[in-house]
């Protein structure tokens, strides 16, 4: 048996513990589409901290879930969303969103571009958006 898995089953069992946080942050909508109703999952934004840390995870619906763990197959039109979310108080949502912005630009997307250019992000922000891709 690796202690691979185990490692990672322990981090997802201390993940599931803050449910009850980013609901409340939330307000039980996805940060980033900002659809309710809707099953909700925890994902923790790159770089992980050694300790899985509430702050540095977003709560998401299971469409924004896929294409932010499979950024190749992101669907451009689905995400004019990220105008908002973009602007989120939480700096996670705010580095990830910038981070999908990045897939976008990279894709030819001129809105995003555009969107791109008139961001204006916190330098810590920035700095946490260009680590670890
Ligand atoms: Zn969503």
Known sequence: MSTGFK?????????????????RRSRSHCELCGKNGVKLE????PPLPEEPMVDACVFICEGCHRQVDHPK?????????????LYSE???VQVLSFRLL???VAKGEHWAEELMEHA??????EEWANEAE
Not at 7 to 23: C, E, I, P, T, Y
Not at 42 to 45: G, K, L, T, Y
Not at 73 to 85: H, S, V
Request: include cysteine; charge should be positive; proline fraction near 7%.
């Open 102 to 104: 990045k897939h976008l």
């Open 42 to 45: 925890a994902h923790e934004v």
């Open 73 to 85: 197959n992101i669907m451009p039109t689905y995400w004019r969303c990220l105008n908002n979310a």
């Open 120 to 125: 204006y992000l916190d330098p810590e922000i």
């Open 7 to 23: 490692g990672k089953f322990h981090r997802q069992n201390m993940v599931s513990r803050f449910a009850k946080d980013l609901v």
């Open 90 to 92: 939480v700096p996670a």
